[in-house]
């Protein structure tokens, strides 16, 4: 197991409805030195790429991308989430649906802070069904960017998320992929990774 792993193992909790808790360390009360170790890793596994920017949406993605960014000495822009659709030309626009919360939600980035000269990595804390990436993914694209690289904390591989992104030809790592998990056991299994 790898330190996201352990720490998920320890301080993690299965609950039902296929979500795991991870708010002692992640996206509640967030452990700082554990974030840096994951920038390491990232900047080790995207090694070679040349990122100039971080875009990650709120709320819970953009801790860990301020700390990540320190390893790749860049800024981050966030998504913010909006419900009211006073689109005003400035802006670039996705719809997300919550997989959380099932509720649909419009993100937003201001055209000023993306742009076709971006590469971008995009950082979150999860991935469900992969619709806030494809969100990301989305605003980028609108922006004439280019993603460079995904980095996700915790991937729930019996999701589809993992799957749909990969196949789009997107160099995807997540730091801990759960394969499966058990709400009555508290047990999570982990898929083998050879990074
Ligand atoms: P997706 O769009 O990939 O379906 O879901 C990703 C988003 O949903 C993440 O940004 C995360 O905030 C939230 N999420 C999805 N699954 C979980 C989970 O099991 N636990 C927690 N804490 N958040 C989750």
Redesign the pocket.
Known sequence: MNFLEERIVKDGVVKEG??????AFL?HQMDIDLFNEMGKEWKRRFTGKNINKILT?EA??IGIACIVAQHFNCPVVFAKKSKSINIDGEMYVAD?????HKTKNQVIVSKKFLTEDDHVLLI??????????QGLIQIVHAAGGTVEGIGIAVE?GF?T?GRIIRNLGYQLESLAIVESMNAETGEIVFRQQNA
Do not use: R, Y
């Open positions: 296929d979500v795991l808790k991870v708010d996206n949406v819970s993605g997300v649906e919550s997989f959380t979150d804390d999860f991935l469900a069904n992969g619709c806030a990436l729930k999701q998320g």
